[in-house]
């Protein structure tokens, strides 16, 4: 430790010690003299080696190596504003994306002990949800011992504040959700286990911060006064503090505690319905306890539900999955694809930024050949110059991944200025994107500047054949990025024009949640009657039907299997026989149900082509019940628009099934304008349920256009990453162009045709595009796999897609080649051979 | 002189007493009946690393010849090394003269 400290103070003191040091020699070179010896030693090399034994000689270099570094830059602003430009984009997209994956999955929650929060969900060998029934979260905690707390949300449709028109969304919570998270209440109380746990407590609500200012305009006496929650009196006892952090994502405006759940939603059984999967629940390990091991205990807490209540349970396979909770987003396997992906793809346009930008390092490196080789002259070597010149690389990727985390900041703003974004979210770079940034940097430094530099500094600035590496490099990032925006273009094409197989635009869905109010299957079927008989009454609805799992509904049901060796998401649904004529999908062979009919089913035209491939489907049988199949459907993905390998089944809804339908309606005219019809029809039947009316139409729009979105986002990387690779380029065609006059000046004299002076301009790039282009296209062709499921149906290796991309890169690369490529043939043939 | 050996004679050298550079180079040149001559180019960057070591402190002190320059002096440290030293260099020569002698 002493040590260390000496050599610090010797830092600090150097001019110091330095002349000390001085003095010391000098006196012994007069001492010496006097004794009549001669020393003929070097003063200051010598001076120099003794200073190294201090250990700070790296410093001294370093910061000369900065100071020369600095004024080469500066001597050259416009190779320095491009160099940093071209690294800023590519460094910078990669920090905005590494900036949003770490505000999605990496950044803790603000919130108490974030870190132990987990999220638990039943899962089984073919089935999920991230919801169950209230019973089974109060049977878990209760009994489990590896969680110290257990929260549940229960989500609702969204409910009226008093006589408003416009609904807003709502949940209820255990008692214990506030305190667990720590959360402060910015005015008035938050819900406490001591006085929100008893249906007896007065009804009270908490609303959050956006909600108390828009609609209550700020106001603190809100606190204790009574409002109407869908018609039910309750206290406003407290506001969530603006930048309040909920699990899972943005939380709801409206906050009951779940104890008063039968208040508020009249008729509920939800708290005592072992079958009513509807609560999220979340859970706080206790102290020294991992995942797996609460896992281990929740598994055996499920053997032990089953006993008890089996219709709680799906079967023996069912377990809780323990998911880390404590981020903005539950990630779950698939999205760890989806980010390893886009982490691909930006890194592909570094590559192309930092290929580029070698490029010009080496044409650069030829016009600094007099200086490097004044510089090994004197004594120089090798190692010396490579290091400065490193230093200049990473001087460079310093300043641009300073633009780029400027650029990372911009993206991050954009993105949190969306509606309904967490206020705690911040755009600012933390920590983590700070070290990102700092390891790319020195990446990107090694990778444009490390081959230039070994180059120069071997005095080898005229070979080729890195050059040719660099422009393959570039041509196949490009073509790779090209390929899949020109799949993301298509899918987005494909949506927009072809046809989904149902008729989504004049559609209605109207959830009126009869099991959440206590609807018995009878109750349910005489309102469900009554609502259909009503509706057709009205005049521009044509048709309406019944269906469990309506298109883009909030529940969705899928199995995956395996079906003659193709993987298939299965996607059933329970639908009464109108359902078909009213979605507007075709039968293509057999019958829709008859009335009360059991034991049917009716299977997807690709289903059917899938398992009985050349043979008549009808009579088949299928399920455990050995169901017959008496019709066949159109394709209709109306759950899953983007996966071409969904395939459907329906089957006929039966009594049981009716607390749980959904009404769908066919209307002429704006889907819209039915609303307040509908609403005063639902009225009319039970004023206590508020159903929830959806238009397919936005829905369906809604979707294709975030698909949209995403094409344009990768087209615009794509085509910046195409023009970065033109640019390079022109650049080096030009500097051959160039460093060769001579030659073709010669071969022009000689009566060389033009056709014969380009190609000896260009072949040396020949080579390298088309071995670029060959690797982009196979690396796009086996990575656009991962890809399939945003392509709406899109073939990953779609030939149009793939012409299109390769075609727009091919023509941009021959202009990039051609037009410096030009210059060689307006030679001055005589004066360039007069010239030296 | 064998490498590692110089800073051993120089910690022996100032066991006697503080001295500046050139005394230290003289005295080992004496000492040695003149066969170990010390360039400057060796003894001063062998003072610095044991300043950093700590075996050794620098103060200002006037010379002979009545200049002012910086005398070398032995720490406690200094010591303890130079003791460690010996007794390692005493070993390692024992070893090789019975190597020697009945090799």
Not at chain 1, 266 to 293: E, F, H, Y
Not at chain 1, 781 to 797: E, H, K, T
């Amino acid at each position: 430790m002493g040590e260390l400290w000496r050599r610090i103070s010797y830092l600090l003191n150097r001019r110091r010690l330095d002349a000390e040091l001085e003095s010391d020699m000098e006196f012994h070179r007069e001492m010496a003299a006097r004794a009549g010896q001669n020393n003929f030693g070097n003063t200051l090399r010598m001076r120099e080696q003794s200073r190294e034994a201090w250990g700070w000689t790296w410093l001294d270099r370093l910061l000369q190596d900065l100071n020369y570094g600095a004024r080469i830059l500066a001597r050259s602003p416009g190779f320095t504003v491009l160099a940093v430009l071209i690294l800023g984009i590519g460094i910078g997209v990669n920090v905005a994306a590494f900036s949003f994956f770490n505000m999605v999955a990496l950044k803790l929650l603000p919130v108490r002990d974030a870190a132990s929060i987990v999220r638990l969900e039943r899962r089984s060998l073919d089935s999920y949800t991230s919801e169950m029934a209230y019973p089974s979260f109060a049977f878990y905690r209760d009994h489990a011992r590896t969680l110290s707390a257990s929260m549940a949300v229960l989500g609702i449709p969204p409910m009226q504040i008093d006589d408003d028109l416009q609904p807003f969304s709502a949940s209820f919570v255990t008692p214990n959700f506030f305190t667990e998270l720590g959360t402060p209440a910015a005015y008035g109380r938050l819900f406490t286990p001591s006085l929100d746990s008893s249906p007896s407590d007065p009804p009270s609500v908490v609303l959050s911060y956006g909600l108390w200012q828009h609609r209550f305009s700020g106001d603190p006496s809100i606190i204790g006064r009574t409002i109407h929650i869908s018609k039910r009196p309750a206290t406003v006892i407290g506001i969530l503090p603006y930048d309040f952090a909920s699990l899972g994502g943005s939380g709801p405006e409206i906050w009951m505690p779940m104890a008063q759940q039968p208040y508020f939603i009249q008729g509920s059984k939800v708290l005592t319905d072992w079958k009513d999967s509807s609560s999220r629940m979340w859970g706080r390990l206790a102290p020294g306890v991992t995942a797996k091991v609460a896992e281990q205990e929740l598994r055996s807490l499920t053997h032990e539900l089953r006993k008890q209540h089996p219709e709680a349970v799906w079967d023996e396979n069912e377990y809780l999955q323990v998911t880390f909770g404590g981020h903005l987003q539950i990630m779950q396997p698939r999205m760890y694809q989806l980010a390893a992906m886009v982490g691909v793809l930006t890194l592909l346009i570094l590559a192309v930024s930092c290929a580029n930008l070698g490029g010009l390092m080496l044409a650069r490196a030829v016009a600094r050949e007099r200086e490097i080789g004044i510089r090994i002259a004197i004594g120089a070597g090798r190692a010396r110059i490579l290091r400065q010149l490193f230093t200049e690389s990473l001087m460079l990727a310093s300043l641009g991944s300073a633009a780029g985390l400027g650029l990372g900041y911009v993206v991050m703003r954009v993105l949190l200025s969306f509606p309904n974004t967490p206020r705690w979210l911040s755009a600012f770079p933390d920590w983590r994107v700070m070290l990102f940034t700092i390891v790319i940097t020195v990446l990107a430094a090694a990778f444009f500047g490390l081959a230039p530099a070994l180059q120069i500094a071997r005095q080898r600035q005229h070979k080729t054949i890195v050059r040719q590496i660099l422009v393959a490099a570039q041509v196949a990032a490009s073509c790779v990025l090209l390929i899949i925006a020109a799949l993301l273009v298509r899918a987005t094409q494909h949506v927009i024009y072809s046809d989904p197989g149902f008729g989504y635009e004049q559609l209605i869905s109207i959830d009126p949640q009869l099991g959440r109010h206590g609807y018995s299957p009878e109750a349910a079927r005489a309102y469900l009657q009554q609502m259909q008989t009503r509706l057709h009454a009205v005049p521009g609805i044509t048709s309406v039907a019944l269906v469990k799992l309506p298109p883009m509904g909030h529940i969705v049901s899928n199995s995956n299997v395996q079906i003659n060796g193709r993987d298939v998401t299965l996607y059933p649904n329970w639908v009464e026989p109108g359902f078909f004529a009213t979605m507007g999908i075709p039968l293509k062979t057999g019958r829709t149900f008859l009335p009360g009919e059991k034991h049917a089913v009716i299977v997807s035209e690709s289903f059917a082509r899938q398992q009985w491939p050349g043979q008549n489907p009808l009579g088949k049988q299928i399920g455990d019940t050995k169901d017959t199949v008496v019709g066949v459907a159109g394709d209709a993905h109306i759950n899953a628009l983007n996966d071409d390998d969904a395939a459907e089944q329906y089957w006929p809804a039966q009594a049981d099934d009716m607390p749980g339908m959904v009404v769908v309606a066919r209307a002429i005219g704006e889907p819209g304008s039915f609303a307040p019809a509908i609403k005063s029809i639902s009225e009319s039947l039970d004023p206590k349920a508020l159903p929830e009316i959806r238009q397919i139409k936005l829905l369906y729009h809604e979707n294709v256009s975030r698909l949209g979105m995403i094409a344009t986002a990768v087209s615009a990387i794509g085509i910046v990453a195409v023009a970065m690779a033109g640019i390079g380029l022109i650049g080096l065609v030009a500097f051959t162009v160039s460093q060769r006059t001579k030659e073709i000046a010669i071969r022009i004299a000689l009566g060389a045709k033009p056709i014969a002076v380009l190609s000896a301009v260009l072949r040396q790039f020949s080579w390298p595009v088309i071995i670029g282009l060959l690797l982009g296209t196979t690396a796009a062709a086996l990575g656009s796999r991962l890809l399939r499921v945003v392509l709406y149906g899109v073939s990953n290796l779609d030939p149009i897609g793939y012409a299109a991309a390769l075609l727009v890169l091919a023509t941009i690369v021959a202009i990039a080649a051609l037009l410096p490529a030009r210059r060689a043939l307006r030679l001055d043939v005589a004066r360039t051979l007069h010239y030296d | 002189m064998p490498p590692g050996a110089l800073p051993m004679l120089i910690l022996r050298v100032l066991h006697s007493g503080s001295l500046h550079g050139y005394a230290i180079a003289q005295r080992i040149h004496v000492l040695s009946s003149e066969v170990l001559a010390v360039e400057e180019g060796l003894l001063y960057p062998t003072l610095q690393k044991m300043l950093l070591k700590g075996w050794v402190t620098a103060d200002w002190g006037v010379s002979e010849t009545n200049r002012k320059v910086r005398f070398y002096k032995l720490t406690s440290q200094g010591r303890a090394q130079l003791k460690a030293e010996l007794a390692g260099y005493d070993r390692i020569t024992q070893a090789i003269q019975d190597i020697l002698r009945t090799a």
